[in-house]
């Protein structure tokens, strides 16, 4: 059984989430405060935390911040009332694998809870492991492990699973519907800026020590894996 973390300062959401919750059959517990809901996820180890971003004590953002520098696994549903593209991508960049906004229905959320815990179950996107070796770039699915020239990358799980789905379909065009079917398990994602923010990421850990590009923008249709050396007249990425 799934272990569920719900913070919420709302009693009414947070009490109809835990019930939606439970009824689904996952085991859960809830906090309204940041700083004991953090305690909570520190020591009991949830699979997944239903995160709103304003929070008495400990916001949201610092929230993710500080569970991340200690797991990249769990993951994490924030849920806000704010709907502005900068708070997404706040929220995406403090660590957070998904993203959905106030109001909702219980559908839809646990539509998201249980496509984000498939992927953490089964930490890769396939059965096969072997290892994808192009440019300097080594992905190991295995280890979940990726390495520049050697040296490794900084990758979250999500992050991880986003660039082994592009590798394991070099050459061909991958849209944003696409890679949220293979990473997040359903199509389509509250914003696009979900996947963006994430590829931005991933161009950070596997590009900016490289001697290649490997992620490239197809604007308006998605994003291409093919590697291609740098040259001195390239644009900032």
Do not use: C
């Amino acid at each position: 059984m799934a272990r569920i973390l719900v913070v919420e300062d709302d009693p009414i959401i947070r009490q109809t989430e835990e019930y939606a919750l439970k009824r689904a059959g996952f085991e859960v517990t809830s906090s309204a405060d940041g700083i004991a809901g953090l305690e909570i996820a520190l020591t009991w180890k949830p699979d997944l935390i239903v995160l709103d971003l304003m929070l008495p004590g400990l916001d949201g953002l610092r929230f993710a911040e500080e569970v991340r520098r200690t797991s990249s696994d769990v993951a994490i549903v924030m849920v806000t009332a704010l709907d502005s593209e900068r708070d997404t991508v706040r929220g995406l960049d403090a660590g957070a694998d998904d993203y959905i906004g106030k109001p909702f229905a219980m559908e839809e959320l646990l539509a998201r809870v249980r496509a984000n815990l498939r992927r953490v179950r089964s930490r890769v996107l396939a059965e096969d492991n072997e290892v994808i070796a192009v440019g300097d770039l080594a992905i190991e699915p295995g280890e979940l492990r990726a390495t520049v020239a050697g040296n490794p990358a900084n990758l979250r799980l999500k992050e991880f699973q986003l660039l082994l789905a592009l590798a394991r379909n070099a050459g061909s065009l991958m849209s944003r519907q696409r890679l949220a079917a293979e990473v997040w398990g359903y199509g389509h994602l509250a914003t696009s800026r979900t996947i963006d923010v994430h590829i931005r990421r991933v161009r950070q850990a596997v590009e900016e020590d490289s001697a290649y590009t490997y992620i490239h923008t197809v604007h308006g249709a998605g994003y291409r894996f093919e590697a291609r050396p740098k040259t001195a007249g390239d644009p900032p990425r």
